[in-house]
């Protein structure tokens, strides 16, 4: 949901109590003693794990050259040792974050200064998260010795520099955590970064892998090879194929004195970015620019799907991203225009995300004709044929997403072209089954749900199954919105590899919806069945696999190119969330197009691309 910056990224001026929770999750060293001023450099406070060795302790007139200072969000400013005091060891970094709260900013990039205070590990996140700990002195008092220094020389992280496997494997005795491990900085990517915590980085003129966001950040690589595509992005293809070359980009300087750059992936952000290496709750390690260059623009442009021919049936989904009738009329504009030129009109489109009448207005209302109707006029409005509709309204607040929005999927249809078969039409809480007409299969319920009284299904989306009769086919379609991934651990978490807690919800999805395709293929074994949504999973995931368990369902993805599969950037990886999948009666013998025309933008209508389906039943 939409943050300010400084709401992403809070510390507690109570520190002490942000200590305390770290102590009690295992994450820190509990002390209580003074460390001796002349022995303590920044290197021993890093020390040559995750977790300083002088966690909770006080220091004394800690030396280092400030250079860069934060006036916003997490407030503080970074100080890095000079070359005389660092030690020689790659695994222990020379600079270190001094948080100051809301204590006044006085210091300046180029002063050298003595700190003294006491050294925490901040989570951002909280220790629930996962999230590795940032070392810093809090509760600071700064004496400032001189001024107009010249700044420590950036470390350069290129190619070269940064390894290629992203992180070690975690630790058993400490349930996975890495926290405990000696850094190896020259094996692991995720070790260089933390190796480098705080200190001051480049990155050269990089491309840009991951689109300028609301929140004023981008991601570039430093690795132009590492799973590239022809768009530009680099593509998430395994657990194992982490993409350690990704590194987030912010800025020093407030965006009131100096507008950041707007850039979509493949554009290349020229002069690249200096400044310290942070780490955040967003994306982990991150180069906070007190020198940022410009984006040359690549011209990356949003593709348009051939229009499918007279025989072949075109399906598609869209996720609209909460889609109701109280956004503005350019969102709907936008969102149908897209749908009549860059998905050439398909015949029939699975939505989801659509919200009820009045959105997020938490007042009982689950109707979504209005919503419904606005869009189609809109398809209307931008040369579409008139699409008719058909859903299920939920439960008032049943389905999880947005208090009081109430999302669900829809079908759109053209009835110029396919025809639905209404039969019964189902309830919020009467499940739909499959049941036999002569040879044929069909639905009891058509539009229906699929098992809604099923657990997996608690406070999330139904699945939405109706039937579609095409040149005198019967294609049943299941359009889906599965459980989304939160509270999973980001890829630089402290566990390795991160926990993803959210997947044994959709793995219970996917078994009730892979049970269900059984069961029409158990009355027609060549029964045209077509799967679709926003699965909230990648291709190679276990929750599609248990879609495609015995051989019931295959991901259309697996038609295209590796370099091809992804329908969202998250975190400056191309990765699958949206997919299609198609029974054997569908055959072989279909065309699958992942139309990318929002994941890879600074400006979109949606944070999903869609995906469209043509074959010939």
């Not at 100080?79 to 270190?96: F, K, L, Y």
């Not at 109707?373 to 299920?392: C, L, N």
């Amino acid at each position: 949901m939409p943050q300010t910056l400084s709401s992403r990224a809070p510390r507690s001026a109570a520190v002490g109590a942000v200590v305390a929770t770290a102590l009690a999750a295992g994450l820190l060293a509990a002390s209580s003693s003074t460390a001796s001023a002349d022995a303590v450099r920044i290197h021993d406070i890093q020390g040559t794990t995750r977790i300083s060795p002088l966690a909770g302790q006080q220091v004394t007139d800690v030396a280092g050259l400030v250079t860069g200072v934060r006036g916003y969000g997490s407030k503080g400013f970074w100080i890095q040792s000079a070359a005389r005091d660092a030690d020689q060891d790659p695994a222990t970094s020379e600079a270190v974050f001094v948080f100051t709260g809301s204590a006044p900013l006085t210091v300046k990039p180029g002063d050298a200064v003595r700190v003294s205070g006491t050294v925490g590990e901040y989570v951002p996140g909280g220790a629930a998260s996962g999230n590795q700990s940032l070392t810093q002195i809090t509760k600071p008092t700064v004496t400032v010795e001189s001024s107009g220094n010249a700044l420590p020389a950036p470390v350069t992280l290129d190619a070269k520099s940064v390894p290629a496997a992203y992180a070690p494997a975690g630790d058993p005795a400490q349930g996975g955590s890495i926290n405990a491990l000696p850094l190896k900085p020259r094996s692991y990517a995720l070790d260089l970064y933390e190796s480098l915590e705080g200190m001051n980085v480049r990155v050269a003129s990089s491309r840009v892998v991951g689109a300028t966001d609301a929140y004023n950040e981008l991601w570039v690589t430093v690795k132009k090879h590492e799973n590239a595509n022809r768009r530009g992005g680099t593509v998430y293809g395994s657990y194992g194929a982490q993409n350690g070359g990704r590194l987030q980009i912010q800025q020093l300087a407030p965006v009131s004195e100096r507008p950041f750059p707007k850039a979509n992936v493949g554009d290349v952000l020229r002069g690249g970015a200096e400044g310290p290496l942070d780490f955040n709750q967003f994306g982990g390690y991150t180069l906070v620019a007190r020198e940022l260059g410009t984006v040359t623009d690549k011209g990356l442009t949003r593709e348009k799907t051939r229009r499918q021919a007279g025989g072949e049936l075109a399906v598609a989904t869209y996720n609209v991203e909460n889609l109701d009738p109280t956004d503005p009329q350019e969102k709907f504009d936008a969102l149908a225009g897209a749908v009549v030129s860059n998905l050439s009109s398909p015949d029939i489109v699975a939505l989801e995300e659509i919200q009820d009448d009045n959105g997020a207005k938490n007042d009982g209302t689950v109707s979504a004709e209005a919503t419904l109707k606005k869009f189609t006029d809109a398809v209307v409005a931008a040369g579409g044929p008139r699409y008719a509709w058909r859903s299920v309204d939920p439960e008032n607040n049943k389905d999880g997403g947005e208090p009081g929005g109430n999302i669900r999927q829809v079908f759109l249809f053209n009835p110029e072209r396919v025809s639905f078969t209404d039969r019964a039409p189902g309830d919020a809480t009467t499940p739909t089954e499959v049941v036999r007409q002569g040879k044929q299969a069909a639905l009891s319920h058509s539009p229906g749900r699929i098992d809604p009284g099923n657990a997996a299904w608690a406070d999330s989306r139904k699945p939405l199954a109706g039937e579609f009769v095409f040149r005198g086919r019967t294609v049943f379609v299941i359009a889906n919105h599965f459980g989304s991934k939160g509270g999973d651990e980001g890829l630089p978490s402290h566990h390795q590899p991160p926990v993803r807690s959210s997947e044994a919800k959709r793995l219970q999805q996917a078994q009730a919806v892979n049970g269900f395709v059984k069961d029409l293929r158990a009355v027609r074994r060549d029964a045209d069945v077509v799967v679709l949504g926003d699965i909230n999973d990648f291709e190679f995931s276990a929750t599609t696999r248990a879609l495609e368990d015995g051989g019931a369902l295959r991901s259309a993805f697996r038609s295209l190119p590796r370099s091809e599969r992804y329908s969202y950037v998250y975190q400056g990886n191309s990765q699958v969330l949206d997919q299609i999948l198609t029974s054997p009666g569908v055959g072989g013998d279909f065309g699958y197009d992942s139309v990318h025309i929002n994941a890879e933008f600074a400006e979109q209508n949606s944070d999903h691309d869609p995906q469209v389906l043509r074959f010939r039943p």
